[in-house]
């Protein structure tokens, strides 16, 4: 029998019973995999966002009956899904943790390669987070692979996938680990401060959070081995209208420049797009835009608290975060 390290599963929730009876079966049985096979103690923490639906009588009403531990955290407001998983971290008893969206299943093999690369990085004491491929639940296609990290155009680039399903010797190094589908090393995480108020309600927390990881010299990590199928914004599309749900996303990428983007050049570029594609959005019909330019405005005293803390705390200048993915780009390029 192969040993493992104990874990926790964090799953926030927002009237969400109908999500957790589809896809909490699944997670039972791949944590109940994971632990039969490896000996290791697992725990399912669920927590309720401040439902007014029956979610938390259901979970309740079944906790005996799971194959793992199941408990409940909850809330009584809705605090949106950063700080619900900052709660669940904060609850979760043992060393690593895998934070999952309600609307994930996962494979009943997919817990031991992510717990696996901790084991086997953890004596460079710098691996932060390791996310799963993931496959889109309703269609099955590729929706979560490794993402490179770029500079284009005044802002940082997120979304360049990159596909491998071949287990590296090392972890594979990715841009950003999506809140929804990864593990996290809970003491890190703490360490960090988990993820930011400022994003709430939703979007680019994850983001954020990564970011933050490999500017203070940690890393993030793509583990192919483990599968998770998603059902995209089944709860975001119950609390926002499409436009809100554009508006928060640029304000929070804005966020993200102003507090971490400490390259000079770099942030006088950014500075430079952000004042052009202002200026023209009534032109280009991208009124959420500018409405989210003078939302993020009015949070400057924030935003600059918040930079200064992670200018002191970076270990990691803008160009090397960067330089990681330009070099796995050149890299996999040269093996095509």
Same mark, same amino acid.
């Given at each position: 029998?192969?040993?493992?390290?104990?874990?926790?599963?964090?799953?926030?929730?927002?009237?969400?019973?109908?999500?957790?009876?589809?896809? &909490?079966?699944?997670?039972?049985?791949?944590?109940?995999?994971?632990?039969?096979?490896?000996?290791?103690?697992?725990?399912?923490?669920?927590?309720? $966002?401040?439902?007014?639906?029956?979610?938390?009588?259901?979970?309740?009403?079944?906790?005996?009956?799971?194959?793992?531990?199941?408990?409940?955290?909850?809330?009584?407001?809705?605090?949106?899904?950063?700080?619900?998983?900052?709660?669940?971290?904060?609850?979760?008893?043992?060393? &690593?943790?895998?934070?999952?969206?309600?609307?994930?299943?996962?494979?009943?093999?997919?817990?031991?390669?992510?717990?696996?690369?901790?084991?086997?990085?953890?004596? =460079?004491?710098?691996?932060?987070?390791?996310?799963?491929?993931? &496959?889109?639940? $309703?269609?099955?296609?590729?929706?979560?692979?490794?993402?490179?990290?770029?500079?284009?155009?005044?802002?940082?680039?997120?979304?360049?996938?990159?596909?491998?399903?071949?287990?590296?010797?090392?972890?594979?190094?990715?841009?950003?680990?999506?809140?929804?589908? =990864?593990?996290?090393?809970?003491?890190?995480?703490?360490?960090?401060?988990?993820?930011?108020?400022?994003?709430?309600?939703?979007?680019?927390?994850?983001?954020?959070?990564?970011?933050?990881?490999?500017?203070?010299?940690?890393?993030?990590?793509?583990?192919?081995?483990?599968?998770?199928?998603?059902?995209?914004?089944?709860?975001?599309?119950?609390?926002? =209208?499409?436009?809100?749900?554009?508006?928060? =996303?640029?304000?929070?990428?804005?966020?993200?420049?102003?507090?971490?983007?400490?390259?000079?050049?770099?942030?006088?570029?950014?500075?430079?797009?952000?004042?052009?594609?202002?200026?023209?959005?009534?032109?280009?019909?991208?009124? $959420?835009?500018?409405?989210?330019?003078?939302?993020?405005?009015?949070?400057?005293?924030?935003?600059?608290?918040?930079?200064?803390?992670?200018?002191?705390?970076?270990?990691?200048?803008?160009?090397?975060?960067?330089?990681?993915?330009?070099? &796995?780009?050149?890299?996999?390029?040269?093996?095509?």
């Amino acid at each position: 029998m192969a040993a493992g390290t104990d874990l926790s599963i964090v799953i926030p929730t927002w009237n969400g019973r109908h999500l957790l009876e589809r896809f &909490l079966p699944s997670v039972v049985g791949a944590a109940a995999s994971y632990a039969r096979t490896t000996g290791s103690s697992v725990e399912i923490v669920v927590v309720d $966002d401040g439902s007014t639906d029956d979610s938390i009588a259901w979970m309740t009403g079944r906790s005996r009956s799971w194959e793992v531990p199941v408990r409940v955290v909850a809330l009584e407001a809705n605090v949106g899904f950063g700080a619900a998983c900052n709660r669940g971290v904060s609850a979760a008893e043992h060393p &690593l943790v895998l934070l999952l969206n309600n609307d994930v299943a996962l494979d009943s093999s997919a817990i031991a390669p992510l717990a696996g690369r901790f084991a086997r990085e953890d004596p =460079s004491g710098l691996l932060f987070a390791v996310h799963c491929r993931v &496959l889109d639940f $309703d269609t099955g296609a590729e929706a979560g692979t490794g993402q490179l990290g770029g500079f284009r155009r005044g802002f940082i680039r997120v979304h360049d996938a990159y596909g491998t399903q071949s287990p590296g010797e090392r972890v594979w190094p990715s841009m950003f680990a999506s809140g929804g589908s =990864s593990m996290v090393d809970r003491t890190r995480f703490v360490e960090l401060g988990g993820f930011d108020a400022l994003f709430a309600p939703f979007y680019l927390e994850d983001v954020e959070l990564s970011y933050r990881a490999w500017k203070r010299g940690f890393t993030v990590g793509y583990e192919p081995e483990s599968l998770a199928r998603h059902r995209f914004s089944s709860t975001i599309r119950d609390r926002a =209208s499409e436009a809100e749900i554009r508006r928060i =996303s640029q304000r929070n990428r804005l966020f993200l420049h102003w507090i971490h983007l400490h390259d000079r050049a770099w942030f006088l570029q950014h500075v430079f797009w952000v004042v052009l594609l202002f200026i023209t959005a009534p032109l280009t019909l991208r009124i $959420d835009f500018a409405r989210a330019v003078i939302e993020a405005l009015g949070r400057l005293p924030e935003i600059r608290a918040r930079r200064g803390k992670e200018r002191d705390l970076a270990r990691r200048r803008d160009r090397e975060v960067i330089e990681v993915f330009e070099t &796995l780009r050149d890299r996999k390029k040269k093996a095509r």
